[in-house]
């Protein structure tokens, strides 16, 4: 049985980086994600590592620009603030079709905001933040534990279709301590080739060219369909998404992150009162769950979204469900977290109207 060890969010997260061969890590200090870059510090130079503080968010993007295009395992990490500045350089990552991974602990906004949780930063995270038509992974863990394996397969879902990928959690995420246990780390050299790599030709190939700049707009053109055809397959075979009490349930929840906890516990308070709740929890919140959000509407249930923002993810739900049955929305916003007794009132409350109705 794999021993677990009590730790930070942060620090997990970090940990689990190192174990997977992450040798890069470019970064700049923000609240509440601080931790992981002072983990790093530590850490890097034990196993052979490079971490390097830069002098501004932009700075550690392009940084992780060059070590992707290298060909290294490489991470950058922030908070919402930070994450804006650094979306050109997302940008021109994707445009030159790098794997690499970003956190984002996401934070109170817009502009500078507060310190204190939130989720207001779905659809940077989802629709693209920055210009051109593109697409991240975005991962959205609800614990300690499932912040470290998602990690994990953040590099390599990166790797496997040269997308970037993004781990999206919370200010409580980030700073609560659970047990948790890591995979067995992996030997660097021992990971898959990448033969598109800037690594030197050695007299023994073509050069290999990183560049986001196609002057002839058929050539870009066929190249963002080519990254079309990507995404699809994404869609198609990456989506996560977990269920609680779905299947009798007369509403369905959905929630991520670690609001899904909270609703979870307020699902038990509303079972227990005799009301039919259950759970839809995005896992990838991009790729969304739409065909499962889908599949339970035509049982005619009713959705409650519920999210730490003034109403992002519920667009997503409203879509997946295309007016097949009713879409309700709940939030708090600016760092103000929902307890389950608020959510127990909102359900309560929403059964009554579908009795009256």
Not at 50 to 78: D, P
Not at 199 to 216: D, E, F, H
Not at 325 to 350: K, N, S, W
């Amino acid at each position: 049985m794999t021993e677990k060890v009590l730790m930070k969010g942060n620090e997990a997260l970090a940990e689990a980086a190192i174990r997977c061969g992450c040798r890069f890590f470019f970064g700049y200090p923000i609240t509440p994600q601080t931790e992981v870059s002072a983990y790093m510090a530590k850490q890097m130079p034990k196993v052979g590592g490079t971490f390097l503080q830069a002098e501004s968010e932009i700075a550690a993007i392009n940084m992780v620009y060059g070590a992707a295009g290298a060909g290294a395992r490489v991470m950058t990490s922030s908070s919402s603030p930070g994450i804006s500045l650094k979306q050109e350089g997302i940008s021109y990552i994707v445009g030159a079709d790098l794997p690499c991974v970003i956190v984002n602990i996401v934070r109170g906004g817009p502009g500078l905001g507060g310190i204190q949780p939130a989720q207001s930063d779905y659809f940077q995270a989802t629709k693209g933040g920055g210009h051109g038509d593109y697409h991240l992974i975005v991962y959205a863990p609800s614990s300690v534990q499932e912040l470290a394996d998602l990690t994990g397969r953040a590099f390599d879902k990166s790797d496997q279709y040269r997308i970037p990928a993004m781990i999206m959690g919370d200010g409580m995420l980030g700073q609560m301590m659970e047990p948790v246990a890591f995979a067995p780390a992996i030997d660097p050299s021992e990971l898959p080739e990448k033969p598109w790599a800037t690594t030197g030709t050695k007299m023994k190939r073509k050069k290999n060219v990183i560049n986001s700049l196609y002057l002839t707009p058929a050539e870009l053109e066929d190249l963002n369909r080519d990254r079309a055809v990507r995404y699809q397959e994404v869609q198609e075979k990456e989506t996560l998404w977990d269920t609680y009490l779905a299947e009798d349930a007369d509403i369905l929840l959905v929630a991520y992150g670690t609001l899904a906890r909270i609703a979870t516990s307020a699902i038990d308070m509303a079972r227990s009162k005799g009301m039919k709740v259950g759970l839809i929890r995005p896992i990838t919140l991009w790729p969304f769950p739409s065909a499962v959000i889908a599949e339970y509407a035509q049982k005619k249930v009713q959705f409650l979204t519920v999210e730490m923002s003034m109403g992002q993810m519920v667009e997503d739900v409203r879509l997946a469900v295309e007016g097949r049955c009713p879409v309700h929305f709940y939030g708090r916003t600016g760092g103000m977290v929902p307890d389950q007794e608020e959510l127990l009132h909102e359900i309560a409350r929403l059964m009554q109207e579908r009795k009256e109705g």
